[in-house]
């Protein structure tokens, strides 16, 4: 099995109301230092993959997706339903948008320039 087929068949595993880091991912799929090919892998994935991405985090707890298309915004409300406890933390996201991004993204960009989502890792971090 490849790397890419270890990744999506952990991140399948994440039980509903459950995060998983990106290193943890990486890890369990046997190359713990490839946090950010887990990453590629999510952003280059199919809809008919049914991936719960929503459910892989980085290793502070943050959700630090950085996609137009599926903006933190819907990464956090999907989790909510699931019901994980996402909290906005004020000041500047590591990844905000710049102005011209934001008029691109409208009202997204500008709550994501205010601050960044994050889950409580200690009561939320899927155990295996």
Known sequence: MTFKEQVIQKIKEIPSGKVATYGQIAALAGSPRAALMVGRI????????????????????????????????????????????????????????????????????????GGSYYIDLAQFLWQI
Do not use: D, F, T
Request: hydrophobic fraction near 35%; charged fraction near 25%; charge should be neutral.
């Open 42 to 113: 999510l952003r280059h994935s199919s809809e008919s993959e049914q991936l719960p991405w929503q459910r892989v985090i980085n290793s502070k707890g943050r959700i630090s997706i950085v996609n137009m298309e599926y903006p933190a915004e819907l990464q956090a409300e999907l989790l909510r339903e699931e019901g994980v406890r996402v909290e906005m933390r004020a000041g500047p996201a590591r990844n905000a948008c710049m102005p011209a991004c934001q008029e691109q993204r409208g009202s997204q960009g500008a709550s994501m320039a």
